[in-house]
T-cell receptor
Framework: DVKVTQSSRYLVKRTGEKVFLECVQD?????MFWYRQDPGLGLRLIYF???????EKGDIPEGYSVSREKKERFSLILESASTNQTSMYLC??????????????FGQGTRLTVV | SQQGEEDPQALSIQEGENATMNCSYK?????LQWYRQNSGRGLVHLIL?????REKHSGRLRVTLDTSKKSSSLLITASRAADTASYFC???????????FGQGTTLQVKP
């Protein structure tokens, strides 16, 4: 079974803290994604990576950065957490840049609360 | 920007009835995917339909695709209370594989 594992299920951080959300996949996928999910807004893409050290901004990259040093690991970084970043964060992996006809596999999500 | 937009936003039906959800998208695609999300969990892939397909079945799921109207529909037949979830359509960018989701339809199936 494909596994996408997010490091935390629930996280509470203080305003101004640097926050790391980790995601690991075991299927050798080239594509990995970070989404943010808020009520009424659906899933919004924050960043996308199609290879090690390669990344593309999604629709809402402001306030976030990412790191992909190894193929299996994709980290989302909140440089200085703010209360408006309180949300559910979902990591996914699937396919590669040139073969988009594949499904994405999701982690269980991290519910982040910034106080 | 959202590539797919689902309609309706919320749907409530009785067990045994059929549920139909629609998805519209803006640009050309090579496939469209449907996902399900149980409350507070990650998404699970349900079905993928390629741009050269018009209809696809998987168990009680039936997906149609009309590329001329840039729309797709997901039909769940003989619904069960366990089908209660949110359903999302998603389309990959044709040149990068970036996967863009719609806002989803929340389905409630009453026992």
């Amino acid at each position: 079974d494909v596994k996408v594992t997010q490091s935390s299920r629930y996280l509470v951080k203080r305003t101004g803290e640097k926050v790391f959300l980790e995601c690991v996949q075991d299927m050798d996928h080239e594509n990995m994604f970070w989404y943010r999910q808020d009520p009424g807004l659906g899933l919004r893409l924050i960043y996308f990576s199609y290879d090690v050290k390669m990344k593309e901004k999604g629709d809402i990259p402001e306030g976030y950065s990412v790191s992909r040093e190894k193929k299996e690991r994709f980290s989302l970084i909140l440089e200085s957490a703010s209360t408006n970043q309180t949300s559910m964060y979902l990591c996914a992996s699937g396919g590669d840049r040139y073969i988009p006809n594949t499904e994405a596999f999701f982690g269980q999500g991290t519910r982040l609360t910034v106080v | 920007s959202q590539q797919g937009e689902e309609d309706p936003q919320a749907l409530s039906i009785q067990e045994g009835e059929n549920a139909t959800m629609n998805c519209s998208y803006k640009t050309s695609i090579n496939n469209l995917q449907w996902y399900r999300q149980n409350s507070g969990r990650g998404l699970v892939h349900l079905i993928l339909i390629r741009s050269n397909e018009r209809e696809k079945h998987s168990g009680r799921l039936r997906v149609t695709l009309d590329t001329s109207k840039k729309s797709s529909s997901l039909l769940i037949t003989a619904s069960r209370a366990a089908d209660t979830a949110s359903y999302f359509c998603a389309t990959p960018s044709s040149n990068t594989g970036k996967l863009i989701f719609g806002q989803g339809t929340t389905l409630q199936v009453k026992p």
